[in-house]
């Protein structure tokens, strides 16, 4: 549905603009590039522990991996700081060889025993996002036996079970495998936190540029490295917190700010065509959709669930307020990543969404809290599901608020419903598959806290068959496997899929070169040029 406050916004924003839409006389600094950008997802910059979208943005520009996967060809590996790397015979052990060269900001070379290092640290810290390397069996007991660096260029992993080498290569893509400089990093420990209350605010990596200053809510600021194998162009990015999508849009004619990431279709429609912009997007590996804590006991019930699913009117909610920067989407899997699922099993229904509440026992209705991000196209989403659970008896009780504290929320497991965001960590089906379909340790302190742990939906069955997928070596039953797994997962699931992102920047003319990648930590700046 069409709200009554996106309506305002888009009136708010053409009233505010020339009617040529051209770009006024003021410019950003020589030499410095500049976004407006919602960034109130930011918790930490520290890479061993951020996870959410911005965080691993940054990460993939300040920080350099073992490997990587270009956005040119996002299914295959590269050597970052590996020249090259081999499978042992036993399935178990790989060694690795790092080329000779990178430097981290500090000037130092990287190492071996950085990299050694830096995947304990991630293990150790157990953050967020540390389930992509604990799922190979290593723990904070063993980190030093099984991540060990052998000479200054040689680095040796010993999973616990026989692993296809391009699952491992996936997810030491990803931004928890970043490289940090050990030197650096122990220079600031506080007690036992290797480092982690300096690294929420610093960097000490070898990528493209440095982090100098983090202001929550309002600004980050990068240096180019001086010593990074991969020079950027532009020697200072600058990304401010704009939560106005409008605000967006004139701050970029106005000549406040090179590229924005956030505007909305009737915006983005406004400057399509016109010589002094360039739109480009890219579909990514990002999906929204609302977690239900099975801590609710209205909830945890099937009937609920699958009511709430078939109340969404995904079509319209998709063509009245997102129709260019994001498509409807119903699985875990994105569109992209080898075995996804693109059908739409649920469309609105209110009659049988009704019906299915009667069948549990809830009638009449009932409320729930609902945690969302405030700033567009959040909120006008959010507005338009208040409305069409309202019709089935389910009243929302409207909790906004910034981003990092829906996460936040989340993470403890005290919300009702939440609508939040997921992009995949590696270009692998396990990456989503491990996210919402296991939770093995459904307890407080669990060591993996999946977003099933998140969601409180303790599925050891349903986590046995992700797992078996994994292991699974032919490629043709792998992906019936999940393909089977999504199926049920969408029928069973505290997950309600409503949309995959595609993402869109419009730069002004002058500014070539951001590479967007199908994940957030692919984004590149290292190429940006501005005339």
Request: aromatic share 6%.
């Amino acid at each position: 549905m069409l709200t009554r406050r996106s309506l305002l916004l888009a009136s708010a924003a053409a009233a505010a603009l020339p009617a040529t839409l051209s770009p006024a006389m003021a410019q950003t600094p020589p030499g410095v590039l500049v976004f407006a950008k919602q960034i109130d997802d930011i918790i930490t910059v520290d890479p061993h522990e951020a996870f959410e979208y911005t965080a691993s943005e940054l990460a993939g520009n300040v920080y350099q991996k073992l490997v990587t996967t270009p956005n040119s060809d996002p299914g295959s590996i590269q050597g970052e700081l590996a020249e090259k790397w081999e499978a042992g015979a036993d399935g178990k052990t790989f060694t690795f060889t790092l080329k000779d060269g990178p430097k981290f900001a500090s000037g130092k070379a990287v190492t071996a025993e950085d990299v050694a290092f830096s995947l304990t640290r991630a293990v150790t810290l157990n953050k967020a996002p540390a389930f992509i390397i604990n799922q190979f069996g290593f723990t904070k007991d063993n980190a030093a036996e099984r991540i060990r660096a052998t000479d200054a260029r040689t680095l040796v992993l010993t999973t616990a079970e026989p692993t296809a080498p391009s699952f491992l290569l996936y997810c030491l893509s990803a931004a928890v495998g970043s490289v940090v400089e050990k030197a650096v990093v122990m220079a600031h420990v506080q007690g036992d936190d290797l480092g982690n209350a300096w690294l929420k605010t610093n960097s000490a990596g070898s990528g493209s540029y440095v982090i100098r200053q983090w202001r929550a809510s309002e600004s980050v600021v990068l240096e180019a490295n001086p010593h990074t194998s991969a020079p950027p162009v532009v020697k200072r990015v600058i990304l401010r917190h704009i939560a106005d999508p409008s605000a967006q849009l004139l701050g970029l004619t106005k000549g406040d700010y090179d590229i924005a990431r956030n505007l909305g279709a009737d915006q983005i429609k406004q400057l399509e065509g016109n010589p002094a912009y360039t739109v480009q997007s890219a579909r990514k590996a990002s999906l929204m959709y609302l977690s239900l804590n099975q801590k609710n006991p209205n909830l945890a019930k099937l009937e609920v669930r699958q009511a709430i699913k078939l109340a969404l009117d995904y079509e319209g909610i998709q063509k009245a307020i997102v129709p260019t920067t994001y498509a409807v989407h119903q699985s875990f899997l994105p569109a992209g990543l080898p075995g996804a699922l693109t059908e739409h099993p649920f469309k609105r229904n209110v009659a049988e969404a009704k019906a299915l509440l009667a069948k549990a026992g809830l009638a009449s209705g009932f409320e729930l809290s609902f945690d969302y991000a405030s700033a567009a196209p959040n909120a006008d989403i959010a507005q338009a599901i208040q409305a069409n659970l309202a019709e089935i008896g389910i009243k929302l009780r409207m909790l906004p608020g910034e981003m990092r504290a829906v996460i936040t929320k989340t993470r403890a497991r005290t919300h009702d419903v939440a609508m939040v965001r997921w992009g995949s960590d590696y270009f692998d089906p396990h990456s989503n598959a491990e996210a919402f379909s296991i939770n093995t340790d459904n307890s407080d302190n669990a060591r993996n806290r999946t977003l099933a742990w998140r969601a409180s939906w303790e599925i050891p069955e349903l986590s046995a068959r992700t797992l078996a997928a994994l292991k699974e070596t032919d490629s043709a039953k792998r992906s019936a496997m999940y393909g089977e797994l999504q199926r049920d997962h969408q029928q069973q699931s505290p997950f309600v899929i409503m949309l995959q992102e595609i993402e869109v920047a419009v730069s002004r003319a002058a500014v070539k070169g951001f590479d967007m990648g199908p994940m957030n930590d692919r984004h590149s700046y290292v190429k940006i040029t501005k005339a």
